[in-house]
């Protein structure tokens, strides 16, 4: 029995994209290249962070991606440029149809789970509006380190007071459905890249730029042995799938 | 005082993207950009499974990681296919300078620490004719986890018999040298990608391919906060760097 659902934040509720607007404002010609470099960088050193038992709140880590990311390719910033790129974090756009479905979803605890610090988070669930319909904004820094590590999402046990199975965990991050499903929790997948059209994309591969890397590389499920329990196009489908009462298959 | 060299293997003394003619023989024009993504998901998935607490030894993972490749550009190939391609990695090109490196090095205890699993370092260092230069090959599968996690690197002190301080190590991955670092052995990079060069071919965001991709993501040293004691442009320099007995600013 399903009582809480939890999402993720980053791609799952909001475009992290959103941010190449931004970006290419800052830096012409470049924004779609550094955005995507930016994110995977992020990415990345959360993961080699987490390895290492070196932890830095996601906000350090966001500001060494990025001024990573300039930095190879040349491009000057200082810290006050870097810090106001980084606040554009904060300010990214919630997919189009994520109030809706959260409305449709208002019978259940509701709840974000993210590798943003506490900081970011409210600053982000407050300047888009979401923050009505979630219970809890939590933050895997209480924990110290990153999902996909199992400590992170414990801290939804912590917070909620509900065990594993009572929890539907969703994400559009590969790693984040492997890591979500492997801890124990119910898993719906949102499938922002169909495989086809990314078949489609990757046809012609000397012709792939960054875009087609980046997803590529990030939009499809990870094969590290966890799939998800169900696979949405979006998530408009959380509330049918609600309503039959998460039956797998459904 | 330096008593041992530990050498990273893949894209330290051998060639990752030698793999690329083998691949690009089975799928025609499609060979960078495969062994590209392959590389970059075999390193993900090692990462990934280190933070999920889930381990599989590393030529699991690189078929795996091929597995997705394929997968997302609509590519088949049958399970022979995939062990055929998978045992390419242990037929790995050894850098032009790494046999006369190592004879000028003959002074220090030599070997390796890598991801790869027992067999297939085993394969891989009698298929180069590098083996009699060792003194040791160590698999990170006796930790069970991967680079950069400490457990890794302790197994140098546990097979050699030497505390980190007696131990330069040496690898041109990012992370493998964070990782080091923060373990605290004495650590020389193999710059493969100068910044300079990585600029230029930067310069133009949109022209930029999947090469170019690649080595912006994975030729750089990382910002998480552990910089080597030397960037060194080739193995050859190590010699030179032996003679003057390591001196820190050599």
């Not at 169900?230 to 799938?241: A, C, I, M, Q, R």
């Amino acid at each position: 029995m399903i009582e809480a659902i939890v999402f993720d934040a980053y791609g799952t509720l909001y475009d992290v994209q959103s941010v190449e607007q931004v970006v290419e404002k800052k830096f012409p010609g470049r924004g779609a290249f550094i955005t995507a470099i930016w994110r995977m960088k992020q990415l990345e050193y959360s993961w080699l962070r987490g390895m290492m038992g070196s932890y830095a709140d996601f906000r350090t880590i966001t500001k060494d991606a990025l001024a990573y990311t300039l930095g190879i390719m040349g491009l000057k910033a200082d810290d006050a440029e870097l810090e106001s790129l980084v606040d554009g974090q904060n300010r990214l756009t919630p997919y189009p149809e994520a109030a809706a479905a959260l409305t449709s979803l208002s019978r259940h605890r509701l709840a974000i789970l993210s590798n943003g610090s506490g900081e970011m988070l409210r600053a982000l669930v407050d300047h888009s509006g979401l923050g009505r319909f979630l219970e809890a904004v939590m933050s895997v820094e209480e924990a110290r380190t990153f999902k996909p590590h199992p400590s992170a999402y414990a801290l939804v046990q912590r917070c909620l007071g509900l065990t594993p199975d009572r929890v539907l965990f969703v994400s559009s991050n590969g790693f984040d459905v492997s890591g979500a499903k492997s801890f124990g929790f119910t898993v719906a997948r949102i499938v922002r890249v169909s495989p086809d059209a990314l078949r489609r994309e990757l046809a012609e591969p000397a012709t792939v730029g960054v875009g087609g890397m980046f997803r590529a590389l990030r939009s499809q499920q990870e094969m590290i042995g966890e799939a998800p329990d169900f696979s949405l196009n979006s998530l408009t489908e959380l509330g049918p799938l609600a309503e039959g009462g998460f039956s797998v298959g459904a």
